[in-house]
C-alpha cells in the first residue's frame, strides 16, 4: 500500500540518531482528555468504542496535530486491547480506570490463556492505523504501540489499577511456572500485535512499561527485560521506543541489550544520569513532569529549554515523563510544543 511521501522526519531521524536541527516533540496521551473536541466524541461515544471504530481512532489521533502541531502523532487506543484479544472482559469504569471482571485468580486460569489469531481480533487497531496514515498525508510520522508484558500481566492477574499491584507480584512469588506460561503468551500476542502495525502502516512503535519501576533491580531483570528484548528483537526492523517508567536501574541494560532506537524516560531520572548510562548507543526520551505543563507559560518555557540544553539536541526527543493529564490547559501544551521548536534559536 502506498502512502503519501513524508514532509516531517524530524522524529524519525532523532530515532535513527541522525543530526538534526532541533528535537522533535510529541507528548504521551496527547490524544485525549484535556482537548475539548476530544471531549466532544468522548460524549457521544463509550471508550472501546472510540478505540474499536476506525474512523474515531483516527479523527482523535489526529486532533493533535491540528490543534497543539507535535512532529509525530500515536494511535489513539489502549494498552488494554490485548487481554481483550487473549479473551478477557475489560471494562473502562469512569472514576475508577479498567476493570477485569474475570482477571486471573490460578495457575489453571494463567495456564488456559493462548495467544491465537490476535492480529485478526484487533483488525480494528490495523485498519485505524491505515486511515491515519492516509489522513495524515505525510504532515507527520505515525507511531503505533502495546503495553509491556510485564504491564499487561498486572492487570491480567491484579483486575483493576493499583499504586502496588501487590496481588501481580505475589502471584510470580506463588506460581514460577504458570505466571512464566503467562508472560510469554501476552510476549506472543504482543509481538504479533506490533507487527501488524507495522504492516498497516505504523512508521515507529512504542512499548509502554508502565509498572515496570513497581519491581526491584532483580525482579525487574527476571519479570521485565526478558520480555521487553524478546518484543525489541522482534520488531528490530522498525524505529521502536522501550519505555520501562520508573526502572531507571535498567537503563543501560536496556540501552547495550536490547535492539531500541530510543529509550523513554521519566522525572525520575536526569537527564545527566541516562546519558552517562547509555552513551550514544540509543537515543533518549522525555522527561519533563506533566504537573509542569500548570506553571506560567514565561516559566513553563524556561524550564522546557533548560531540558533540552541537558539532554542536548541531538538524541533526544522531548516529550513527558509520562501521560498528558485531562487538566492540562491546551494553551500551556502548546506553549510546551512551542518551546522546543524555539530551541534551535538558542
Given at each position: 500500500m502506498?502512502?503519501?511521501?513524508?514532509?516531517?522526519?524530524?522524529?524519525?531521524?532523532?530515532?535513527r540518531g541522525e543530526e538534526v536541527p532541533r528535537?522533535?516533540?510529541?507528548?504521551m496521551r496527547q490524544a485525549?482528555?484535556?482537548?475539548?473536541?476530544?471531549?466532544?466524541?468522548a460524549r457521544k461515544y463509550d471508550f472501546f468504542t472510540?478505540?474499536?471504530?476506525?474512523?474515531?481512532?483516527?479523527?482523535?489521533?489526529?486532533q493533535p496535530i491540528d490543534i497543539v502541531k507535535t512532529d509525530a502523532a500515536i494511535l489513539f487506543s489502549d494498552i488494554l486491547v490485548?487481554?481483550?484479544?487473549?479473551?478477557?472482559?475489560?471494562?473502562?469504569?469512569?472514576?475508577?480506570g479498567p476493570v477485569l471482571p474475570g482477571h486471573i485468580k490460578s495457575e489453571e486460569a494463567a495456564f488456559a490463556v493462548l495467544a491465537e489469531d490476535i492480529p485478526a481480533k484487533l483488525d480494528y487497531v490495523m485498519k485505524a492505523i491505515t486511515l491515519t496514515r492516509q489522513t495524515l498525508n505525510g504532515r507527520v510520522p505515525l507511531i503505533g504501540f502495546a503495553g509491556a508484558p510485564?504491564?499487561?500481566?498486572?492487570?491480567?492477574?491484579?483486575?483493576?489499577?493499583?499504586?502496588?499491584?501487590?496481588?501481580?507480584?505475589?502471584?510470580?512469588?506463588?506460581?514460577?511456572?504458570?505466571?512464566?506460561?503467562?508472560?510469554?503468551?501476552?510476549t506472543r500476542a504482543s509481538i504479533e500485535y506490533l507487527q501488524a502495525q507495522v504492516q498497516a502502516g505504523a512508521q515507529a512503535l512504542q512499548v509502554f512499561d508502565s509498572w515496570a519501576g513497581l519491581l526491584s533491580p532483580e525482579d525487574f531483570n527476571e519479570w521485565s527485560l526478558p520480555y521487553l528484548l524478546e518484543i525489541s528483537a522482534a520488531i528490530s526492523n522498525t524505529p521502536h521506543i522501550l519505555f520501562a517508567k520508573g526502572a531507571w536501574y535498567g537503563l543501560e541494560r536496556m540501552a547495550f541489550k536490547s535492539q531500541a532506537s530510543a529509550l523513554g524516560l521519566g522525572w525520575d531520572v536526569s537527564p545527566e544520569y541516562a546519558r552517562e548510562k547509555v552513551g550514544d548507543r540509543v537515543s533518549l526520551q522525555g522527561n519533563f513532569d506533566p504537573a509542569k505543563l500548570h506553571l506560567p507559560i514565561?516559566?513553563?518555557?524556561k524550564q522546557v529549554h533548560s531540558m533540552i540544553r541537558r539532554f542536548g539536541k541531538q538524541r533526544y526527543i522531548a516529550n513527558l515523563g509520562h501521560g498528558m493529564t485531562p487538566d492540562i490547559p491546551v494553551d500551556h501544551a502548546k506553549a510546551f510544543v512551542e518551546a522546543i521548536k524555539e530551541s534551535e534559536f538558542f
Open positions: 502506498a502512502f503519501a511521501e513524508l514532509k516531517n522526519d524530524l522524529f524519525l531521524r532523532a530515532l528535537p522533535p516533540v510529541w507528548m485525549g482528555r484535556y482537548l475539548p473536541e476530544y471531549m466532544e466524541i472510540r478505540c474499536e471504530t476506525p474512523e474515531l481512532a483516527c479523527e482523535i489521533t489526529v490485548i487481554p481483550q484479544a487473549l479473551g478477557f472482559e475489560v471494562q473502562m469504569i469512569k472514576g475508577k510485564w504491564t499487561i500481566f498486572c492487570y491480567m492477574v491484579e483486575g483493576q489499577g493499583s499504586k502496588s499491584f501487590s496481588l501481580a507480584k505475589k502471584f510470580c512469588y506463588q506460581y514460577p511456572d504458570s505466571a512464566p506460561h503467562l508472560m510469554k503468551e501476552i514565561p516559566e513553563l518555557k
